[in-house]
């Protein structure tokens, strides 16, 4: 009961806003009494509101009451420090679950302040306070509080841990260095300590350069994105801005060529509405002559018929018969037919540049290393495949383009297949036509792996693939297939083989065979011509650097050489 009281009164003399005893008191006019400063501090933050308030029963005053100093009060909190009271430690002051409690209070247990490594024990700062006045005290090893000041302790002998045992790499005491650890490289913790510290302040060091040179690359990095960011924004900018452009440009076109035929229809409607008046008004006169020669033929007068009848014939002789001819359902067909053409030819320009685009896109890599001490190796390109079925894998349909087949060149089965013809077909003029190479390229343009087989007939074939700007004009070197660095050629003989790049010619030897196989990587820049009969035999292999899309081409020797792309399954 008199710890209660003790209690009590340290309550009474405290400040329920600072929970200290109080310093300077002042009574409120409700009766409470405060710190000056705390209540002060309290009823700042109350100005706005115009009303002040007690922070215990909450009674408001207006206005601001003037703090008087309550004197009775005071002397007596003086008094009571002098006898030693002191208030009662704050809530937050006590130990909770998480902490480090003070082995030495009785009741309930305030923080610990300390942890003695020595004694070993933790402490408050009350029970801590020897430490730093009693001599053989103040030689102990004070540290942060800790909860395993037991681990400190040596299990078998009882004894702080002082030592530490380098063989076995564990914290030791005096007497398991003279026991189980003897003839072990044994030093003093704090000896080991300094040694790790050193140690430690080198790996700092290490790290601490490591974060600056990753804080360097970071920044490199954050520069590139904005690069990146600013590049695509300015290519979708233009990109917008070009396609924009075309679409005005055919919408203008759209709107003259709308304007021409709405004019010419206005112009033949008006020739064939001015004809059609013409017409009227003849009806109507030949209609009013009509009325005049059958009165005419009913006067009874025989003289006054035959003085009129001259003019009648006259009449009839000089009347013109018609000569209107009308073409049905054929005014303004052409000019459909000539949109349509162009919207064809817009198709393939689209089809074609468009997988140009996409690989460009594709082709944005930011070369970047792997912040670690070894980067990562670039993983190796995917194996060739070994049987036939593993190339069937990446077999592809590809057709042949019209548009590039020299005129002497016949397209069949849905353009799949190309035979050399005496007869000049009838192609329209095209800018990708071969004028002088009997040769044609796909339609389809080849960027990934890719597989087919071509099936020829005759005395000779090229089985090859081209970039799209190799050129078309003429029969020079620049044109041919192989004969350029704009193309890969594989000629096929019924006894040989000749593989033929930038002009330089291979010879090959392999089985004969009507059918060859062409694989191609394009990333990974392999281009693998095979004889395909019943087993499929390596002809030859090209490891280079394909900088643009590559489309399969097809050239015939003599009349009447096929060539066909395969359906493979």
């Given at each position: ?94 130990a909770g679950a998480e902490d480090v409690a003070c082995d030495f209070c009785s009741g309930r247990k305030l ?38 000041l037991q681990e400190n302790i040596c299990s078998l002998h009882d004894e702080v841990k002082k030592m530490f ?405």
């Amino acid at each position: 009961m008199a710890q209660k009281g003790v209690q009590l009164d340290r309550e009474s003399f405290s400040c329920s806003i600072c929970l200290d005893l109080l310093k300077d008191p002042v009574a409120l006019p409700c009766g409470h009494s405060y710190c000056r400063n705390c209540i002060k501090g309290f009823w700042d933050g109350e100005d706005q509101k115009g009303i002040h308030s007690c922070p215990q029963c909450r009674k408001t005053f207006i206005p601001r009451p003037v703090l008087g100093k309550n004197t009775m009060l005071a002397a007596l909190v003086e008094q009571l420090k002098k006898t030693g009271l002191q208030a009662a430690p704050a809530d937050h002051c006590y130990a909770g679950a998480e902490d480090v409690a003070c082995d030495f209070c009785s009741g309930r247990k305030l923080k610990a302040f300390k942890s003695c490594l020595t004694c070993p024990a933790s402490y408050c700062e009350k029970h801590l306070q020897p430490h730093y006045d009693v001599a053989p005290l103040k030689k102990h090893k004070l540290v942060e509080p800790s909860k395993n000041l037991q681990e400190n302790i040596c299990s078998l002998h009882d004894e702080v841990k002082k030592m530490f045992c380098r063989s076995d790499q564990k914290s030791i005491c005096y007497l398991c260095s003279l026991d189980e650890h003897k003839g072990h490289d044994t030093v003093s913790a704090a000896a080991e300590r300094t040694e790790r510290q050193r140690e430690l302040e080198g790996s700092r060091q290490q790290i601490q350069q490591r974060v600056q040179d990753r804080e360097k690359d970071v920044k490199l990095l954050q520069q590139e994105v904005e690069a990146i960011n600013q590049s695509a924004d300015k290519t979708v900018e233009h990109s917008e801005k070009i396609f924009t452009e075309l679409i005005r440009l055919l919408q203008k076109r759209s709107s003259e060529v709308k304007q021409q035929i709405r004019s010419q229809q206005e112009t033949e409607v008006s020739r064939v509405k001015e004809l059609q008046e013409k017409l009227e008004q003849e009806i109507t006169e030949l209609q009013r002559k009509d009325a005049e020669l059958q009165q005419l033929s009913h006067t009874e007068d025989h003289i006054q018929f035959l003085q009129n009848c001259p003019s009648v014939s006259a009449l009839r002789e000089s009347t013109p018969s018609s000569s209107i001819k009308i073409r049905p359902l054929r005014h303004f067909e052409a000019v459909t037919a000539a949109v349509s053409e162009l919207r064809e030819k817009l198709q393939d320009i689209l089809r074609e540049e468009w997988t140009n685009i996409s690989l460009r896109v594709t082709e944005v890599d930011v070369l970047l290393q792997e912040p670690e001490p070894e980067p990562e190796p670039e993983p190796e390109p995917e194996p060739e495949p070994k049987s036939r079925a593993g190339f069937l894998k990446y077999s592809c349909e590809i057709k042949l383009d019209p548009n590039t087949a020299n005129r002497k060149l016949l397209l069949s089965e849905g353009n799949r297949k190309v035979t050399l013809m005496e007869q000049t077909q009838s192609y329209s003029d095209h800018p990708d036509r071969f004028t002088g190479c009997q040769q044609v390229l796909s339609r389809e343009s080849l960027t990934g792996r890719s597989y087919w087989e071509v099936e020829w007939g005759g005395l000779g074939v090229g089985v090859s693939v081209a970039y799209k700007n190799i050129s078309r004009a003429g029969d020079g070197n620049e044109c041919r297939f192989g004969r350029n660095d704009k193309s890969w050629a594989l000629y096929c003989n019924p006894n040989s083989y000749t593989f033929i790049y930038n002009n330089k010619k291979t010879s090959i030897s392999g089985p004969e065979s009507s059918r060859v196989g062409v694989y191609l990587d394009h990333r990974a820049g392999i281009l693998s011509f095979y004889s395909v009969s019943g087993a499929m035999t390596l002809l030859h292999r090209v490891q280079t650097t394909f900088t643009q899309p590559l489309y399969a081409g097809i050239y015939l020797y003599y009349y009447g050489d096929t060539a066909e792309l395969c359906k493979v399954e």
